[in-house]
């Protein structure tokens, strides 16, 4: 009895220990050797980094290329192809359970520099691909009217998601206590107020709710917050944009 309660415990603990590493997701794109050809490069190293750790993939013989199970947050794509170095800034959005397509990408193509910094860009997609979720991103956050109030921010991007007379938030009808939320992979018993310059993305399932998330049916929310790395590039994206002004 006394091992069947130890093992219960560290399979419990296991689980949690798993979801609070937080949220991943993926990257991937298409990588050719300049804009005026359609000649892949083919067998390319490409790799993002986490502080010391590295994620990363091999080009195909098409140029593609697939990077997974990435934590959450903005990174740098590194790319090495025939011992020459992407000579440009090529950023990746990675939000949870979500896949970051960079689209094409040419490796050697003319870059305009200013005082030593690359010139950054980065594009939003207007229309995500995964049925029943939404997405919130920092920039959507910092524009919003209600960013102080996370509930009515969370309202006015999805209107199935109401409060009820407690003030928990649910989704089409269901009770409260059906929704689950998640900060940084921690599963709180709310959704609980996290300040608006501090959150990385939300994002909501109202439905086709992944299994990781358990067999809840009111819907889940997930919310991120920025890590020193996000901060970090952020500031980069600061300096470029002034620069080029």
């Known amino acids: 009895m006394m091992k069947t309660i130890i093992k219960l415990i560290a399979a419990i603990f296991f689980v949690n220990f798993a979801m609070a590493q937080g949220a991943v997701g993926d990257i ?9 050809t359609e ?20 080009t195909d013989e098409n140029g593609r290329f697939l990077i997974s199970s990435i934590p959450t947050g903005m990174y740098v794509l590194n790319v090495n192809y025939l011992s020459d170095s992407i000579p440009r800034t090529v950023l990746a959005k990675v939000m949870a359970d979500g896949t970051e397509d960079l689209g094409r990408i040419n490796f050697y193509e003319e870059v305009k520099e200013l005082e030593g910094i690359d010139v950054i860009s980065y594009t939003e997609p207007l229309i995500s691909i995964d049925f029943g979720q939404e997405r919130i991103n920092s920039l959507d956050i ?13 309202m006015s991007r999805n209107s199935d998601i109401k409060v009820d007379d407690n003030g928990q938030m649910m989704i089409r009808g269901s009770r409260g206590n059906n929704l689950v939320s998640y900060i940084d992979g921690v599963k709180m018993n709310e959704v609980k107020s996290v300040p608006s310059s501090a959150i990385g993305a939300i994002t909501i399932y109202s439905s086709a709710i992944p299994a990781k998330y358990g067999d809840t049916t009111g819907g889940v929310i997930i919310i991120e917050t920025k890590s020193y790395y996000d901060l970090w590039r952020a500031a980069k994206l600061k300096r470029s944009a002034e620069a080029m002004k």
């Open 28 to 36: 991937r794109g298409q990588i050719f050797e300049d804009p005026d």
């Open 39 to 58: 000649k892949p490069a083919m067998f390319a190293k490409v790799w993002v980094e986490r502080g010391a750790t590295k994620f990363g993939a091999d």
């Open 142 to 154: 910092a524009q919003s009217a209600v960013k102080n109030d996370i509930k009515a921010l969370i």
